[in-house]
């Protein structure tokens, strides 16, 4: 598809219109000047979904306590209506700035719900500690935690689960932590899973440039200069700076990932995504590293459009993760 040139608003159905805004104008009450968040404001605004042993729209799900202290644990998504012996299975990380959401939110538990039952797959979507109040690499350890915890008892998923092929998945800040976990598991041998495929959509990297499409996309939805610049400063250590290896992954810093056993990448870019630059300049990176990666673009979509089930594109989107998975599946 060709890369978008405009600069005009994407065109929107109203409905979507309207959730943009109510979500935007909640989130930013969130923010203080000081560098934190009204905590218990965003926790009463966020609506959350309960784990269900009986089948919703053909998906069961539980939830798994991996570390109580920490507040780290994941919600499995069995799909039902599959006659399946044997479903692949995606560790699942949600997006929101490392800052807002769970696996029990409204949306994210309604997207997971989506992908187990068209998939179909197992899904396990992970909990973990957000910032400011649980700065880097808290993120990454909890999503390491949960990968790590399910390799020595894969007795917490159904039978039907193969965990011989497992895929790691996220979007926006999520599919930086699933990149970041990915670095781990190259590094720590698992015992039982194996991980045969990355599904990184809209990647929420950064670094200390601007690039053209963060200074010609002003005013897009969800994402903007000042909040992603917020987002890099209460996550990243004191004294960094936004070409740290965790925001610029494929810049100054970046880790070498040549001799790696880094999986197969599909990598997901919207038009009027402001970070799209910055996505990819990491697909193209995967590729000068020697690792096999797949460009799917969306010239008309936004940052985040995969939650609006009203879109299209939100539907043709699971199509291609599936085809994705069935070709990574059956190599």
Known sequence: M?????????????????????????????FRSDGTLNRRFLNFIDRKSRPNPNPINGVRTFDVS?????????????PTASTSTSLPVIFFFHGGGFSFLSPASAAYDAVCRRYARRIP???ISSNYRLTPEHRYPAPYDDGFGVLKYVDQNRDVLPEI????????????????????????????RLRELKLIGLISIQP?????????????????????????????????????DRDHEA???????AVDISGMDYPKTLVVVA???????????????????????????????IHAFYIFPELPESSQLITQVKDFITRRSFI
């Not at 065109?11 to 909640?26: D, G, H, N, Q, Y």
């Not at 925001?247 to 810093?253: D, I, K, L, Y």
Request: aromatic residues 12%.
């Open 2 to 30: 060709p890369e978008t040139t405009q600069t005009a608003k994407p065109a929107l159905p109203w409905k979507t219109r309207l959730s943009i805004f109510l979500l935007s104008a909640v989130t930013d009450a969130g």
């Open 66 to 78: 991996v570390d109580p202290t920490r507040d780290v644990w994941f919600r499995v998504f069995v």
């Open 121 to 123: 797959a197992v899904i």
């Open 161 to 188: 689960a193969d965990v011989s092929k497992c895929f790691l998945a996220g979007d926006s800040a999520g599919a930086n932590l699933a990149h970041h976990v990915v670095l781990r598991a190259c590094r720590e």
């Open 204 to 240: 929420f990297f950064g670094g200390v440039e601007r690039t053209e499409a963060e200074t010609r996309l002003v005013g897009m939805p969800l994402v903007s200069v000042p909040r992603t610049d917020w987002i890099w400063k209460v996550f990243l250590p004191d004294g960094s």
């Open 247 to 253: 925001a610029n992954v494929s810049g100054p810093n």
């Open 271 to 301: 038009g009027f995504d402001p970070l799209r630059d910055w996505q990819k300049r990491y697909y193209e990176w995967l590729r000068k590293s020697g690792k096999e990666a797949q460009l799917i673009e969306y010239p008309d979509m």
